[in-house]
């Protein structure tokens, strides 16, 4: 028998014996969705395909940077990549990092056996050291194959892009294996760091705390990665630096430069003293992901059966509504104005991604704070100032017309399909009910006090009232053809045109937070001019009625699943 | 209690069904008076929950058309809607609402009066043994918990037509005893009803007609005597068997036992 076939046989007959079937089956369980229905996730070969993406695309983009044709046009004639590519490693570091964070926080409730697997193998003859055993081996290989896929396209073309005109082979292998041993590392690091911290708080809290808490813990790091990928545009410049700003050797990405740069032989000296607490980092978290996991096990998965409701229950849930709700006229707008405020605040997936966008807003609004208050305090507030509340409302905007967009029990719509008229509905009233409670409650009330504080009440209601009629334009905005009750719709296909989402969300950044607060600063020099406030907001109001009702006619009703347009359309001129 | 004098409430003219080329429902026709509760039986497989589906204006049909009151239901959807109370086969719940926020959503969308919703969510949940367990998310609740959240919200606006597809399933004894009775009330009051169910001795006991279908085909309709006395068996399981063309049930028991000895 040829060897081939031999080690095929070998692979599935192995495959077949009990435990690695087990550890295949805590590998797939993690990769799955809640419920077949659920569209916003996806197979593990999509989620994989969509992890390494980006790395490849980053890789490419950097070619402009190393053509030694581009540097020579340029006039650059001595350029060394070793130094010269400080920033581009630490980006790469930190972007494995965040994306294997938010993998291990997505998919942290598969993570660990639940009441599901307690229920299909509790009763099958399977001792629990094996049920545990074969659950961390599957953990640990995902976290080997998240490091690898996440990192495979960058570890395939950075090096080449880097080395390819400038060096010999050896180097190019060189470079390779060291950018494929750091990056992995970190990735490897972040999820086990990640993964040690849930069976910690599962391990020390009780079931319905841990549930309760979890959910912040993760909100936490989501934001704490989006911060770590805010510092690759700084970082690097002060790690050249380090004695100067010591606090910046705390940060684990760093670790993993120093690491980069040791093997490459061309650390400082205060990064070769660092490198050493890459591998210890690895080695403790995953030390700890061993120990926690094993305790948290033993209290938790062995005691499924002794809880009544399982891990998720809550003993209560009552949530008052916003009392304006009560005011709306319409049936249909307060049904669902109510039920999408319960499903956002009540879903964990949503409040995470809802978690990164606001984290993505605190980021950029703290650096922009950061500097402008490093400044002598104006006498009325500059643009830097006033950009900040509208940094924070752009952003927690856009996260939730994202949400919307997620399906919540997508099973659970029929009552709307037997109940609703498709063809009138207020959906997008709706909608804009919820963003317009979050933003009032969480950045225009706090805004308004904040700048009562430090300037006076006519600033604090101007800015106020800035805020919410550029909020509410931006909302009508997003708005825009919207038929769907928030969360009651299968996944969109926004997936095909990503990039240009995210261009858009760049230059709608732009123009909201920079011209939006020159303008506002302009009109606070002389209060008067806020009148032109008024025509202003009629005439945007203006346009996107015309355009919402150019589009409207198209395509009007209530959908409940949303699908890709046909990239080929058959016209059947035939008549047949 | 069935009105047959008067005119129908509920008609199904010629329904047919086709996935992908294939006859779910074929050519099936029936009419249901105020009063009547037309059991809806048959193997799985057979067409039931897509009839119940085009009935409950969920799905539509290939062919043929549903009648509400004479009217085509597809004319005003909407209005047909309103007075329907449905309770579809798997209770699929929003599970982080609680019962009484998921009765307050289906009573809002329904355009009840506030106080009116209020009030008749509190007595049915009490009646059903469900008021203290009003707040508690759906997620912490039984199958049975769920069901009667189900029937609470299909009739709580006072329906014109009621479809219960498999209403009883996960029910304890004294649940499901209530909720016949409740359905004999309303049978009394007028209503027309559709009731699914795969056990055959409540639908003998809450059913006055009977509507048994195979492989998408009406093979039996009428009174449950008239059905009876068509095949000449006293007992409704053995004229389902006989219409149903059911496979021998002892022969099969035998095989399975065979391999589970072998």
Not at chain 1, 111 to 128: E, K, M, V
Request: charged share 15%.
């Amino acid at each position: 028998m040829p060897i081939k076939s031999q080690a095929a046989s070998w692979l599935r007959s192995t495959l077949e014996r009990p435990f690695p079937r087990l550890v295949a089956h805590f590998a797939a369980t993690i990769f799955e969705g809640e419920t077949a229905a659920d569209d916003a996730e996806m197979g593990a070969g999509g989620l994989l395909g969509l992890l390494a993406v980006p790395g490849g695309f980053l890789s490419l983009m950097l070619f402009d940077k190393y053509s030694s044709l581009l540097q020579w046009l340029r006039g650059v004639r001595h350029f060394n990549i070793y130094t010269e590519s400080l920033p581009d490693k630490y980006f790469f570091i930190v972007f494995s990092m965040a994306i294997t964070g938010a993998v291990a926080v997505l998919k942290w409730d598969r993570i660990l056996p639940g009441r599901r697997d307690f229920a299909n193998l509790a009763p099958l003859p399977i001792s629990a050291r094996r049920i545990f055993a074969a659950n961390l081996l599957a953990i640990l290989i995902i976290a080997g194959v998240f490091a690898v896929d996440v990192n495979a396209a960058s570890v395939v073309l950075y090096p080449f892009v880097v080395v390819a005109n400038r060096g010999t082979v050896g180097e190019l292998v060189r470079f390779d294996a060291v950018h494929a041993c750091c990056v992995m590392l970190a990735s490897l690091f972040t999820f086990l760091a990640c993964f040690s911290i849930m069976s910690a708080l599962m391990a020390l809290l009780p079931y319905r705390l841990f549930r309760r808490v979890s959910l912040y813990v993760r909100v936490v790091i989501v934001i704490a990665l989006v911060t770590l990928f805010a510092t690759s545009y700084a970082v690097p410049a002060l790690v050249q630096h380090l004695p100067a700003s010591p606090e910046v050797a705390l940060l684990p990405p760093v670790w993993y430069l120093a690491l980069y740069q040791s093997l490459q032989g061309h650390a400082t000296p205060e990064l070769a003293r660092l490198s050493p607490l890459a591998m210890r980092a690895v080695l403790i978290a995953l030390a700890s992901a061993l120990l926690l996991s094993a305790l948290s096990y033993r209290r938790c998965f062995m005691r499924i059966s002794e809880s009544s409701g399982g891990p998720l229950m809550r003993r209560r849930a009552i949530l008052r509504l916003p009392a304006v709700f009560a005011l709306l006229k319409s049936h249909f707008q307060r049904a669902c104005s109510g039920f999408a405020i319960r499903a956002l605040v009540r879903s964990e997936k949503h409040c995470i991604v809802l978690g990164g966008f606001a984290g993505m807003g605190l980021v950029a609004a703290s650096e922009t704070a950061l500097s402008a208050f490093a400044q002598p305090k104006p006498t009325i507030p500059d643009a830097d100032l006033l950009s900040i509340a509208l940094i924070l409302a752009y952003f927690t905007i856009c996260g939730l017309r994202f949400v919307f967009e997620m399906p919540v029990e997508l099973d659970a719509n029929w009552v709307f399909q037997v109940i609703l008229d498709p063809d009138r509905h207020e959906s997008a009233a709706a909608a804009r009910n919820v963003i317009l409670t979050v933003i009032v409650a969480a950045i225009v009330v706090p805004s308004l006090a904040v700048y009562w504080m430090l300037w006076d009440w006519r600033v604090a209601v101007l800015h106020a009232a800035y805020l919410l009629a550029l909020s509410l334009l931006l909302t009508e905005g997003l708005l825009v053809g919207f038929r769907k009750i928030p969360f009651t719709c299968s996944f969109p296909p926004f997936r095909n045109h990503v990039v240009m989402l995210v261009v858009l969300g760049v230059i709608g950044y732009s123009f909201f937070t920079g011209t939006g607060s020159e303008i506002e600063h302009w009109m606070m020099l002389h209060p008067l001019r806020f009148l032109w406030l008024i025509p202003a907001a009629a005439a945007a109001c203006d346009v996107l009625r015309r355009f919402r009702n150019e589009i409207a006619p198209v395509d009007a009703s209530l959908i409940y699943r949303d699908q890709a347009k046909a990239t080929v359309t058959t016209l059947d001129l035939s008549g047949n | 209690m069935s009105t047959t004098s008067q005119p129908a409430v509920l008609e199904a003219i010629h329904l047919s069904k086709t996935y992908a080329g294939r006859p779910a429902v074929d050519n099936v026709s029936f009419s249901i008076h105020p009063g009547e509760v037309l059991g809806y039986l048959g193997p799985n497989g057979s067409g039931k929950s897509t009839t119940v589906k085009m009935l409950a204006g969920l799905l539509s049909p290939t062919s043929g058309q549903i009648l509400f009151r004479s009217e085509r239901i597809s004319h005003d959807l909407v209005s047909y809607k309103r007075r329907l109370g449905y309770v579809p086969e798997e209770a699929n719940l929003y599970s982080f609402l609680s019962g009484w926020e998921y009765l307050d959503l289906v009573g809002t969308l329904r355009g009840m009066d506030r106080k009116q919703l209020a009030h008749k969510s509190a007595v049915m949940l009490e009646g059903l043994s469900l008021y203290p367990h009003r707040h508690t998310p759906i997620s912490a609740y039984s199958k049975g918990m769920r069901q009667r959240i189900l029937l609470i919200a299909a009739l709580m606006h006072d329906p014109e037509v009621v479809i219960l597809d498999e209403p009883f399933s996960g029910l304890d004894v004294i649940s499901a005893l209530i909720i016949r009775k409740v359905i004999a009330q309303l049978a009394v009051q007028g209503k027309a009803i559709v009731f699914c169910s795969p056990v055959l001795e409540v639908v003998e006991k809450v059913c006055s007609h009977l509507l048994i279908l195979r492989r998408g085909v009406v093979v039996a309709h009428g009174s449950i005597e008239e059905i009876r006395s068509g095949t000449v068996m006293p007992a409704l399981e053995d004229t389902f068997l006989h219409l149903t063309e059911q496979v021998d049930a002892d022969k099969v028991a035998g095989s399975i036992l065979a391999a589970i000895h072998s």
